[in-house]
């Protein structure tokens, strides 16, 4: 194989590669284009869905005895331990 024929062939390679780097650049942004607007659907439609206890809305939703109850009711559904199980839960902490 001549020199001459090897540049050529080095040329055109390089002028592939180029190719396929330019279309998968833009390939890529169209998909990273196309995820950022379903997240943002997504996020969209959960936030009104999600919705946060208002004291306005409810006066106990901030008291201190309903952040107790459901701090027991809590400790109430994790398992117990062997040592729980056999000398009961500490009621204290």
Known sequence: MTQDRLLERLR??????RAFKE??????????DELS???GEVTSTQEPTV?????ASDPAA??????KWLAE????????SRRELLRGRDEES
């Open 12 to 17: 055109r390679l390089e002028q592939q590669i």
């Open 23 to 32: 279309l998968h650049a833009n390939e890529l942004q169209i998909i990273l």
């Open 37 to 39: 607007d379903i997240a």
């Open 51 to 55: 919705q946060q206890p208002d004291s």
């Open 62 to 67: 901030a008291s201190p005895k309903r952040a």
């Open 73 to 80: 009711e809590e400790r109430k559904q994790r398992p117990m």
